[in-house]
């Protein structure tokens, strides 16, 4: 089939390479522009545009698609489907009525549950115990358009969002792969979504890291996989700022923030209680849990707390 594909991070970049390698014509790619990384500000190229220019792919990297440019190029195309997968910018009317099949989105959530910026994230911290991935066909809303096709997948007890991120972008390549050669032979169905069954996957941001032990071990623990890697959970110890990045529940139980084991090192919660398994003082970089107590010299758990 005769693609244009936009999309921009690591998790888009799956479901181009599935497309390529499932002979379909990528015509073209859309992504976000370059940005400034890492200490010295270097330009670096997004995911996507990587595996584009290293498939001989032409590269589109607009700031707007509101000034009629990007139109005029997909119109030259004349794809019969745009893919999008995480591209990061909102299509207006002109460009989604264009391709003849229409514009597909590749989004990680079982629609209609968690529209929005950060599924994955929210899945893991209300604690879901299943999420997917949703082929749906565009429109103007928030990925508020007719779904085409599902997958869905278990969610491990202990993975973290990040885990879990790498699983759905493979999960959603099989899925667009699937979603093409159904609308090639005809085959898909549009279902509606109910909107009372939906609900809104806002951005994180930094603000939500601090752990609050008065929660219950299960809200504690979804919070530590599910803002992993990024903003990452976090807690004070003697005044100096924890992250903790990987935990375990535990059945114990205690004054919530109090210390109940050192080997391994076990926090009382609201109900219940976790253990710490890895965690990143500040100003170091990711240890295990034995390490980081090692390295406070203290003999008794009433010697710390976290907060």
Known sequence: MKIVFMGTPEFAVPCLKALIDDGNDIEAVFTQPDKPKGRG?????????????ENGIPVYQPTTLKDGEALKI?????????????????????????????????????????RG????????????????VTAMLMDVGLDTGDMLMKSELDIG??????ELHDRLSELGAELIVKTVHAAEEGRL???????SK??????LTKEMS?????????????????????????????GKRIKIHRTIVRNESGEPGQVLSLEPLIVACGKGAVELVEVQPEGKKKM????????????SPKDIRFE
């Open 189 to 195: 169905v549009r279902e509606k979504q109910d909107d």
């Open 74 to 114: 997909i119109s030259g195309i004349a794809p019969e489907m745009i893919v999008v997968v995480a591209y990061g910018k909102i299509l207006p009317k002109e460009i989604l009525e264009l391709p003849e099949k229409g514009c597909v989105n590749v989004h990680a959530s079982l629609l209609p549950m968690y």
């Open 210 to 238: 601090r752990i609050d032990f008065s929660k219950t071990a299960e809200e504690v623990h979804n919070k530590v996989r599910g803002l992993n890697s990024w903003p990452g959970a976090s807690a004070a110890v003697g």
């Open 117 to 132: 910026a950060a599924p994955i994230q929210w899945a893991v911290l209300d604690g879901q115990k299943k999420t997917g």
């Open 157 to 162: 007890e202990n993975e973290t969002a990040d």
């Open 288 to 299: 295990p849990a034995a390490a980081f107590v090692n390295g406070l010299h203290c003999n």
């Open 41 to 53: 500000y270097t330009m670096t190229p997004p995911p996507v545009k990587v595996c584009a220019m």
């Open 198 to 203: 939906s609900c809104y996957a806002s951005m």
